[in-house]
């Protein structure tokens, strides 16, 4: 029986791990082609690097986030930069949906700072580049947000009752913020509060001197009554 079934073991071929392969994915020459024709929006003294130090050209994800971060930076008016530490994943969902209802629709996006730095790098918002290190993320607007300054004012309400956020810095149409510089930025009047603190410093001399001048008639009037009544 046993020399049977060693006869039998014998016969049967062993599995060969070697024969799987375990590859990556290739990129063919057609998503290679549409990769390399992502749009760059912002300006540049001179145009990005394409391969690595190795030179190695990079892959097609590192190029896709290469242009969404360009494209980000470039379009949104406003852009805040924070640290994040040890958030999970249900926090920042919690913060994602806090900021898309509480501040006029304003996005989150996790950022590699590597590749942020790298994006701002001889464009004009090179002076951010300090700012991303380590766990990063950008709250940023679409074109559709209308007050940005209220818009970011409300954004760092929101993330400051979360104690795992750093604000670090941010980005006002071509004005770098530091974080102190942001929280005085945001607190300035808007236009509207302006025009309405013009008007009231250009109306407010006229009401004194209409008062005054409806007072003398008044005056005048008691004036002559007094001296008739002496007379």
Not at 64 to 90: A, C, R
Request: hydrophobic content about 40%; glycine content about 4%.
């Amino acid at each position: 029986m046993l020399a049977r079934t060693f006869k039998t073991a014998q016969r049967v071929t062993p599995r060969s791990f070697a024969a799987t392969t375990f590859s990556r994915p290739q990129t063919t020459e057609a998503s290679s082609a549409s990769v390399d024709r992502l749009p760059l929006r912002l300006d540049r003294l001179k145009p990005p690097k394409t391969h690595t130090t190795y030179n190695k050209p990079f892959t097609a994800r590192k190029q896709f986030l290469f242009s969404e971060y360009d494209k980000q930076i470039s379009q949104t008016q406003g852009m805040i930069v924070v640290q994040h530490y040890n958030l999970n994943g249900s926090e920042l969902m919690d913060l994602r949906r806090s900021l898309k209802q509480q501040a006029m629709g304003a996005q989150l996006m996790v950022v590699r700072a590597k590749m942020a730095r790298a994006v701002v790098r001889d464009t004009k918002y090179a002076n951010l580049a300090p700012l991303f290190t380590g766990p990063n993320a950008i709250v940023f607007w679409n074109s559709e947000c209308r007050d940005q300054l209220a818009a970011m004012k409300l954004a760092l309400d929101c993330m400051t009752k979360q104690k795992k956020l750093l604000v670090v810095g941010a980005k006002y149409q071509d004005i770098l913020l530091n974080s102190e510089m942001l929280k005085e930025f945001v607190n300035l009047p808007n236009i509207e509060q302006l025009r309405a603190q013009l008007v009231g410093l250009v109306e407010t001399p006229a009401r004194q001197l209409a008062s005054i001048l409806n007072r003398l008639p008044q005056s005048l009037v008691g004036v002559i009554k007094q001296m008739s009544e002496k007379s």
